[in-house]
């Protein structure tokens, strides 16, 4: 089977319409779950629920609003989301003064810089800009602050943060990119695959973990990460994903097998980013967005999961 025939602009039309009307039964359901509370309580998880389906009609309408307006507004986009998940990034690691001219290096030049190289289709300079060119050039101008202090740590932690904000989550932009024989024109609906398939993940492994999460996976990393949220939210994401063969060149199986592989991926982007934040003694990366915490806490499983996405694609199918 193949994509189904129908003009790309129809296409996400459609996707955006049934996003909609998904986000409206799940805030109807918000909405009667507040109203049956007895006059006066109130339920934390009714709460954080609400306002997680609050915060899913902004990002929603922004990324409607993004694809509308075309591709170079989709690079900006995700070249803001890179610049606010790295500022929320280095706010709670430990820097120093010797380290502000990387750091400058990296908000000022590598992070527009990548995104720019994107626009140009650079493909053969931006998939080695970071994990190269920065990577040796950071603690280059780390050493002329004069500063020993924890050295290698705090190298590390700007390298780590460049390359989790910056140079992965910019492989969602890059799949405009890639020239798929019989896909003209319908990049953008590999995005919108990506980012159904991985965020609904999330979706479901909180749901699944609320209903019939029994058993821990590592409080110590993840309080609220249970085996049983794991499994059905991976699973039913994988279908989900599956049932969006249509908007992409995938067969149905292919679909599954690659929302699969990236479904557990994005799990263990998150695992890691929890393991990080637990370090700094937090329990998100900010405040910004109601009910999901940080930018970064929002887009910690998508930073995984869209550098191999890409490359299979890339791989397979260009």
Same mark, same amino acid.
């Given at each position: 089977? *193949?994509?189904?025939?129908?003009?790309?602009?129809?296409?996400?039309?459609?996707?955006?319409?049934?996003?909609?009307?998904?986000?409206?039964?799940?805030?109807?359901?918000?909405?009667?779950?507040?109203?049956?509370?007895?006059?006066?309580?109130?339920?934390?998880?009714?709460?954080?629920?609400?306002?997680?389906?609050?915060?899913?009609?902004?990002?929603?309408?922004?990324?409607?609003?993004?694809?509308?307006?075309?591709?170079?507004?989709?690079?900006?986009?995700?070249?803001?989301?890179?610049?606010?998940?790295?500022?929320?990034?280095?706010?709670? *690691?430990?820097?120093?003064?010797?380290?502000?001219?990387?750091?400058?290096?990296?908000?000022?030049?590598?992070?527009?810089?990548?995104? %720019?190289?994107?626009?140009?289709?650079?493909?053969?300079? $931006?998939?080695?800009?970071?994990?190269?060119?920065?990577?040796?050039?950071?603690?280059?101008?780390?050493?002329?602050?004069?500063?020993?202090?924890?050295?290698?740590?705090?190298?590390?932690?700007?390298?780590?943060?460049?390359?989790?904000?910056?140079?992965?989550?910019?492989?969602?932009?890059?799949?405009?990119?890639?020239?798929?024989?019989?896909?003209?024109?319908?990049?953008?609906?590999?995005?919108?695959?990506?980012?159904? *398939?991985?965020?609904?993940?999330?979706?479901?492994?909180?749901?699944?973990?609320?209903?019939?999460?029994?058993?821990?996976? =590592?409080?110590?990393?993840?309080?609220?990460?249970?085996?049983?949220?794991?499994?059905?939210?991976?699973? *039913?994401?994988?279908?989900?994903?599956?049932?969006?063969? @249509?908007?992409?060149?995938?067969? %149905? @199986?292919?679909?599954?097998?690659?929302?699969?592989?990236?479904?557990?991926?994005?799990?263990?982007?998150?695992?890691?980013?929890? =393991?990080?934040?637990?370090?700094?003694?937090?329990?998100?990366?900010?405040?910004?967005?109601?009910?999901?915490?940080?930018?970064?806490?929002?887009?910690?499983?998508?930073?995984?999961? =869209?550098?191999?996405? $890409?490359?299979?694609?890339?791989?397979?199918?260009?």
């Amino acid at each position: 089977m *193949t994509a189904l025939d129908l003009s790309p602009s129809h296409t996400l039309l459609f996707l955006f319409a049934g996003i909609a009307g998904f986000l409206l039964v799940a805030s109807l359901i918000g909405l009667i779950l507040r109203a049956r509370l007895p006059e006066g309580r109130t339920n934390p998880v009714i709460l954080n629920l609400n306002a997680r389906i609050n915060a899913w009609w902004v990002m929603v309408l922004v990324l409607a609003l993004a694809f509308w307006a075309g591709n170079t507004a989709v690079i900006v986009l995700f070249a803001f989301i890179s610049f606010q998940a790295l500022r929320e990034y280095i706010s709670v *690691t430990y820097t120093r003064r010797g380290d502000y001219r990387a750091l400058l290096w990296c908000f000022f030049f590598f992070l527009p810089l990548q995104y %720019w190289l994107i626009a140009k289709n650079w493909y053969g300079l $931006f998939s080695i800009l970071i994990p190269v060119y920065a990577f040796l050039l950071l603690p280059i101008s780390s050493t002329l602050g004069a500063d020993t202090t924890r050295f290698l740590e705090r190298a590390a932690k700007v390298q780590w943060g460049l390359m989790i904000c910056v140079y992965c989550l910019s492989y969602v932009p890059a799949l405009l990119l890639l020239d798929i024989p019989g896909f003209t024109d319908r990049n953008l609906q590999l995005i919108v695959f990506l980012l159904l *398939t991985v965020q609904s993940s999330d979706v479901f492994q909180y749901v699944w973990g609320k209903l019939l999460g029994r058993r821990k996976l =590592a409080p110590e990393i993840s309080p609220s990460k249970t085996l049983e949220g794991l499994v059905g939210g991976v699973l *039913t994401s994988t279908a989900v994903g599956a049932a969006l063969w @249509w908007i992409t060149p995938f067969t %149905w @199986w292919q679909a599954a097998l690659i929302a699969l592989t990236i479904n557990m991926l994005g799990f263990f982007g998150g695992f890691v980013l929890s =393991a990080i934040k637990r370090d700094r003694g937090i329990k998100d990366w900010g405040n910004l967005i109601e009910g999901h915490g940080g930018m970064l806490d929002r887009v910690d499983s998508v930073s995984f999961s =869209a550098p191999i996405f $890409f490359h299979i694609v890339r791989y397979w199918w260009v």
